[in-house]
C-alpha cells in the first residue's frame, strides 16, 4: 500500500493500461489543500484485506463491505441513489433504460457512509457488484426457514442485497493490471473531497455562468435570434447567456465548425450586437469532422478507423489532433468573443433508433480502443475546448453530454436528452458524489405547471438553463409545440411570464451565495450541489433521499413535481427555516408540504446569515452586487463571501478575497476583507425585518 498524497493510498497489481482517468487527468492534484485536510493517516484497508488477481475476464477487485455500509457515486446515475446490493457497469450511454450503471458520466469511484471513497483507475466496463451475492454455503442457517412463495415478478425479481459481512467485487476486463486508489475520511464528505482535490480541485465557473441560460431555436436566422434577444432585454428577463443550436453550422451532422452566412449573414456584425446588450453566446457542435470542414485534413491521419455521421472522430489524446481542434476554435471563435460551447453526443447509445457511436472495437492512433476511447472521450473533449480559453485568460462554464472520473476542475455541466423530471432532480442529488455538476435543464412542458415546476428545479441547481430548440418563441408564451410554432399564445402568458421572471430573479439574488459555494469547491473539493447523506451520514433517515439536496452549506432544496400539489420533506437535525416565509421547522421529522405552484420547499439552516442580492438583469464584467443580509435564527450574525473579477485565471495567482459580512447589535454591517483583489463586488445591507 503506497501512500501518494495526505489521505490517499495506493495499490498496485500487474501491469496497469497506459490509457486510464488518472493518466488523462486535467490538473495535477491540490497538494496544500490536501494536506489541510485533517485524517487519521491511516488506509481504509490493509493489503491482506483486498484481494486483486489475474483471471481469464481480466483483473478482479475485492473489497470488503461491512453490513451496515451504504455505498454512493460511480458517477451521474440517474436511477438510483444508494447503490448498495446492486450491480454497476461502468459504461457511458446516452440512454440507459434501468439501474445498470450505463449513464451520461459513470465513474468507477464510490463512497461509503464509513467514511472512505476507492477509485479503480479504468476506462474499461467495469463490472462494481456492490454487495449483490452471498458466498456458497452462507446461507446454511436459513435451512429451516419458512418463506412464502411469491405471486408477483417484484417478489421474486425485486431488489434484494446480502446480509452481513459483504463484499464489493470489481470485474475489470481486458486489463491485466491495475491501480486502486483509496481515499481516506474520516466522513464520507471528506472522502469526496479528498477525490475531488486529487483530480485537482472543483470548478470555479465565471460569474456569469450562475446566471439564467437560454438555449434558441435550432432553425432560428439572424432575425429570429435578434428579436428573441431584444425581447428579454425589453421584457425585464434576466438572461445572461444565449445559446445557439445545430443551425448555426454549414453542417451539423457531422459538423463542419463553420457559421452559415446564408442563415447569419455578417454573423460577426451579429455577436457584436449580442455582446452590446451584455449577452455571452455559446454554440452547440459535436466532435465528429465533416469532410467539408477546415480541420478535415489535418485531423484525418490522428482519427480512429471508423466514421459517426460521415465524419472523422479525432482521438484527442493524441497532441496533433488536439492542437488543431483547439487551434481552430481559438482562432475562429474564442477569439471572436464566444463564451463557450455545447458539446454534444461525446457519450454514444445502444437504445434509440440507432447504435449512432463508433463501435467498441474501433482503434484510435494512441492505442485506445473503442471501449476506452468512449470512457474517457468526454474528459478529452473538455479538455481539448477548456485550452483555448485558459490560453486566452477568459474562464468559460460550458456544457458537455459525457464525463468520467477525475473531471472535477473542467468547467463544464452535463446534461441529457432524457427528460423524467424526477429522474432529473435525482441526478442534482447524485453529481456531487463523483465531482460532476449535472443540469436539469429546461426542454418542452406538458402544461404551464410543468414549465413552472421544472424551471423551479432548473433555478436551484448547477445551471439555470432552458433548452428551448424545438421552438421559436419562449416557453411561456405557448408551451405546446406545434402552437408555438404557429405563433398561436395563450392567453395567460403574460400571467406565467411574470412567474418565470420572478423565478429567473430568485436566482440571480443567488449568485452571491452559489460563488462562493463553488469557490469552495475549487479550494476545498466540497461539492456545491450534494446529497443529504453527505451532510448528515450518521442519520439513516438520508440514506436513500433522492428528491431534496443540499445547495452550499445553507439551503435545503426539495423540488415538487407537475401533478403534486404536496409532499414530504425530511429535514435533518437541528432546525430550519423556511426561504421564502421564515417560518420554524424542527428537524429529524419529516413535513407534508403544500406550497403552492409559486414556490417550492426551501430551506435555511438555522444560525445562517444569508447573503441574497438585488436581481441584475446579467451579470456584467464590472457588476457590482448589492447584498442583503437576511439572519436565520438568533445566531445568525455573519457570513463569509468569495470576491474576485469573476471572469480571469487571476484567483490562481491569489487575486481574491474572502469577505467577512457581520450584523453588529444594532442592526448595522461591519465587513472586512481579506485578500489581494483590490475592487469590491459586493455592497452590504441589512435586509428589512420580517413582517
Not at 135 to 153: C, D, I, P
Not at 300 to 319: A, F, M, N, T
Request: charged share 25%; proline share 7%.
Amino acid at each position: 500500500m503506497e501512500k501518494v498524497a495526505n489521505g490517499i493510498w495506493k495499490m498496485s497489481f500487474g501491469e496497469p493500461e497506459p490509457h486510464t482517468p488518472v493518466r488523462y487527468r486535467s490538473a495535477p492534484a491540490k497538494e496544500a489543500a490536501l494536506d489541510g485536510l485533517a485524517c487519521p493517516g491511516k488506509a481504509p484497508f490493509t493489503e491482506e484485506e483486498v484481494s486483486i488477481r489475474a483471471t481469464p475476464r481480466g483483473v478482479l477487485i475485492e473489497l470488503p463491505l461491512g453490513g451496515e455500509e451504504h455505498i454512493y457515486g460511480f458517477g451521474l446515475q440517474l436511477h438510483a441513489v444508494d447503490h448498495t446490493g446492486r450491480k454497476k457497469v461502468i459504461r457511458v450511454n446516452s440512454d440507459p433504460v434501468a439501474d445498470t450503471g450505463d449513464s451520461h458520466a459513470p465513474v468507477p469511484f464510490y463512497v461509503s457512509t464509513k467514511g472512505y471513497g476507492v477509485l479503480v483507475d479504468t476506462n474499461r466496463y467495469a463490472a462494481f457488484y456492490c454487495g449483490t451475492n452471498l458466498r456458497k454455503g452462507e446461507s446454511e442457517h436459513k435451512k429451516l426457514e419458512q418463506k412464502a412463495v411469491g405471486t408477483s415478478e417484484i417478489e421474486l425479481y425485486g431488489y434484494q442485497k446480502s446480509e452481513g459481512n459483504r463484499t464489493v467485487a470489481v470485474d475489470v476486463p481486458v486489463a491485466q493490471g491495475i491501480e486502486v486508489y483509496f481515499f481516506e475520511g474520516p466522513g464520507l464528505r471528506e472522502a469526496v473531497q479528498r477525490y475531488n482535490l486529487f483530480s485537482g480541485g472543483g470548478a470555479l465557473p465565471p460569474m456569469w455562468g450562475l446566471g439564467m441560460w437560454y438555449r434558441a431555436y435550432s432553425a432560428a436566422k439572424k432575425e429570429d435570434v435578434m428579436r428573441l434577444a431584444r425581447t428579454f432585454r425589453e421584457d425585464n428577463m434576466p438572461v445572461d447567456v444565449f445559446g445557439f443550436e445545430p443551425g448555426w453550422q454549414t453542417k451539423a451532422y457531422s459538423c463542419s465548425f463553420v457559421w452559415d452566412e446564408g442563415r447569419f449573414p455578417d454573423h460577426e456584425a451579429m455577436l457584436g450586437e449580442l455582446y452590446d446588450m451584455d449577452y455571452r453566446v455559446n454554440l452547440w457542435e459535436h466532435l465528429f469532422v465533416h469532410p467539408s470542414s477546415p480541420m478535415y485534413g489535418d485531423l484525418k491521419p490522428h482519427s480512429g478507423d471508423y466514421e459517426v455521421w460521415e465524419g472523422l472522430v479525432p482521438d484527442l489524446s493524441v497532441g496533433e489532433a488536439r492542437e488543431t481542434f483547439a487551434g481552430h476554435h481559438r482562432k475562429a471563435f474564442v477569439d471572436k468573443g464566444i463564451a463557450g460551447f455545447k458539446l454534444d453526443e461525446c457519450d454514444s447509445s445502444d437504445y434509440v433508433h440507432s447504435n449512432w457511436s463508433f463501435p467498441d472495437i474501433a482503434r484510435f492512433p494512441s492505442g485506445m480502443d473503442g471501449e476506452q476511447m468512449h470512457n474517457q472521450l468526454g474528459a478529452l473533449y473538455q479538455q481539448t475546448i477548456l485550452a483555448p480559453f485558459e490560453e486566452a485568460g477568459k474562464r468559460t462554464l460550458s456544457q458537455v453530454r459525457a464525463s468520467g472520473a477525475m473531471a472535477a476542475p473542467l468547467p463544464f455541466v452535463l446534461y441529457s436528452d432524457l427528460y423524467n423530471h424526477k429522474v432529473f432532480i435525482r441526478g442534482v442529488v447524485n453529481c456531487g458524489f463523483s465531482g460532476l455538476l449535472w443540469s436539469p435543464e429546461v426542454r418542452q412542458a406538458e402544461s404551464p405547471e410543468d414549465l413552472i415546476r421544472r424551471i423551479q428545479t432548473a433555478v436551484f441547481s448547477p445551471m439555470a438553463l432552458l433548452n428551448c430548440w424545438r421552438i421559436p418563441n419562449p416557453p411561456w408564451m405557448q408551451v405546446d409545440r406545434d402552437k408555438n410554432v404557429a405563433g398561436e399564445f395563450l392567453d395567460n402568458y403574460a400571467e406565467i411570464r411574470e412567474l418565470c421572471r420572478s423565478l429567473f430573479q430568485t436566482r440571480m439574488s443567488l449568485i452571491p451565495y452559489l460563488y462562493t459555494a463553488y469557490a469552495r469547491y475549487s479550494e476545498e473539493g466540497l461539492p456545491p450541489f450534494r446529497a443529504l447523506v453527505m451532510d448528515y451520514p450518521d442519520d439513516p433517515h438520508t440514506y436513500g433521499i433522492d428528491d431534496a439536496y443540499m445547495m452550499g452549506d445553507s439551503l435545503l432544496v426539495a423540488p415538487i413535481i407537475t401533478g403534486t400539489a404536496e409532499r414530504q420533506v425530511y429535514l435533518p437535525k437541528g432546525v430550519w427555516h423556511c426561504f421564502w416565509t421564515g417560518r420554524i421547522y424542527e428537524g429529524s421529522q419529516s413535513y407534508l408540504l403544500a406550497p403552492g405552484l409559486e414556490q417550492i420547499p426551501v430551506f435555511v439552516k438555522d444560525g445562517t446569515l444569508l447573503p441574497l442580492a438585488k436581481p441584475l438583469p446579467f451579470v456584467a464584467d464590472d457588476a457590482v452586487f448589492q447584498v442583503e443580509l437576511h439572519p436565520f435564527g438568533a445566531e445568525a450574525r455573519n457570513c463569509v463571501l468569495y470576491e474576485d473579477d469573476g471572469i480571469s485565471y487571476g484567483y490562481r495567482e491569489g487575486r481574491h478575497n474572502w469577505v467577512k459580512a457581520e450584523l453588529d447589535s444594532q442592526n448595522g454591517v461591519r465587513v472586512e476583507r481579506t485578500g489581494n483583489f483590490p475592487a469590491h463586488r459586493y455592497l452590504f445591507a441589512a435586509a428589512p425585518a420580517r413582517p
